[in-house]
C-alpha cells in the first residue's frame, strides 16, 4: 500500500475535525514544513503511516497535540514540551515582552551590567530561556517544584545554547532561592485558576496537563499573596516585579499589591482580547 500524504491532504476531514492538526502531524511524521508536504509528492513508509494513525487516535482522546509532537512555539522559539509540563500560551509572550522592555528601560546603560532575573514557576523554562536569546547578558534563574519542569528546563537551554547562562532549580516557590543573592527582575506567570474551577470545569484537554500548573488554591490567588509577600526579599531595591494575572484578577491583585506597601505599580498591560493581563510593580 502506497500512503501519498497528499492523498491524506485531500481527505483530511476524514481523519481529525480540525484538518491543519493533520498538516502538523503530517510534517512532524515526514520532518519537514507543511508547504513541503504540498509541494513534493512525499511518501509515508508503513511505519510512518502506523504512527500517523496512532498519534490521530491519541489526539482524538484529547491528548493536546503539543505533546503528541514534542515541541511548542514561544517567541519564535521552539521548546520541548512533554506530558507533566505545562504547555506555553501565546499571551504569556506579553510577559517577555514586558521584560524586554523594562531590561531596555532601566538596565540598558553599563554595556558590562549582566541583569539577573528569576523566571519564577518556569514550566519548560520558555520565559527565561527566551530572554537569554533576545537578551543575551541577561542570568536567569528559573525555578519550579516540578522535578519534570526543572528536568525539560534543561534540555531546552541546551537545545538553546544557553545553559550557562540559565540555572535550573527545583524550589517550592522561594524556599530553595535562599543563597541566590538578589535579583533585578522576578517574572511569574503562576497557577491561577480557582481550585474549585480546576475540578470541574476546565475544558478536557487541560485535564492532560499537570493540576499543579493552574491550581491557584480556593480564590486562586494564593501564588500571588506568597509572591508578593516574599519576593521583597529577593529583590534588589528598584527591582521590578511582573506577573502575569487570570482573565478577572488584576483587580484583587492590585489590592495585594497596595496592601504591600514596598511595592508601586508600574503599569497594567491588557492582552489582544482587551483582558488586564501582565501586572508590572516596582520595589521601593
Ligand atoms: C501556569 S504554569 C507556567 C509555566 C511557564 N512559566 C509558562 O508561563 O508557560 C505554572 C507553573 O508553576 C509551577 N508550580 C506550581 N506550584 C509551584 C510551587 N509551589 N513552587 C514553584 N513552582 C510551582 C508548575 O509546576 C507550573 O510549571
Redesign the pocket.
Known sequence: MIYQAADILRNSNSYLENTNEVEWVLSHILNCDRAELYCEERILSEDQYDNFRNLLSDRKKGIPLQYLLGNIS?MGFEFIVRPG?????PE?EL?VEEAIDLLKLNFAGDGDFCPKIL??????G??GISLTKLRSNSIIIS????KT?ISTTQANAKRHGCDKRLKAIQ???FKGLEGEGLFDIIL?????VRSEDVASSLPVELGHE?K???DGGDDGLF?YRCIIEESPAFLKKGGFLVM?VGFDQAEDIEDLLRAESSFEIVKVRQDYAGIERIIVANLR
Open positions: 514561544f509540563v505545562f504547555i506555553p500560551r504569556t510577559l523566571d519564577l514557576c518556569s514550566g519548560c520558555n520565559i525555578s519550579d517544584i516540578s519542569a524550589s517550592d516557590l511569574s506567570n503562576p497557577p491561577y499537570p499543579a500548573a493552574f501564588f502575569e
